[in-house]
């Protein structure tokens, strides 16, 4: 999908785009010769001006998540529960792609938690080929500022003081053991 809208989604943003490190598909090397061809000779077929950085990496490390994060104004993600968190705590605003195919289907569930508290819109897999990718990118573009938090009750899921809990529960189980540290 990103393959297939790249220069017209670079004619009006930047991606950064974690593509994995399958070597069965080669995705990342697929990605960035793309790129690299868009910059250096536009097609005319294609009718864009390939304005934005492309920056692919096989996994964006979590040194690194952070600075990804500050920098986007628009995150496109799978719904997983670390991820929900991460997106709520920043109140980031989202295009959530939730996994169709897992078990309890927990990442539909994660998904529509962030729609319900105004920060994302959620896309069904089966439905990405039936819309122009990069033009709901771009409208969401538009219109980033409605995607705010509307429900600020939703913040009791994040755990403010989640490292003092974790610290205290770490000394019980010490306590409990006989340790002494």
Known sequence: LVLDSMEKTLSFC???HQTGDNSVYGDYEKLVNRYEKAKAEPTISSKTNVKGKYYARKFILENEIGEAYSKANLVISRCGAHT???????????????????SHNEQNENARIL???????????????????????????????????????????????????????????????????
């Open 84 to 102: 929900i968190a991460e997106l709520l705590a920043l109140e980031k605003p989202s295009l959530l792609i939730p996994i169709p195919w897992v």
């Open 115 to 181: 729609k319900g508290a105004g920060l994302s819109e959620i896309i069904e897999e089966k439905d990405l080929l039936k819309i122009d990718f990069s033009k709901y990118i771009e409208q969401m573009l538009i219109d980033i500022n409605k995607y705010k938090l509307n429900d600020l009750s939703i913040r009791k899921l994040i755990k403010q003081d989640a490292v003092e809990i974790i610290c205290n529960e770490v000394l019980e189980l010490f306590k409990d053991q006989g340790s002494t540290r």
């Open 14 to 16: 930047n991606i950064i």
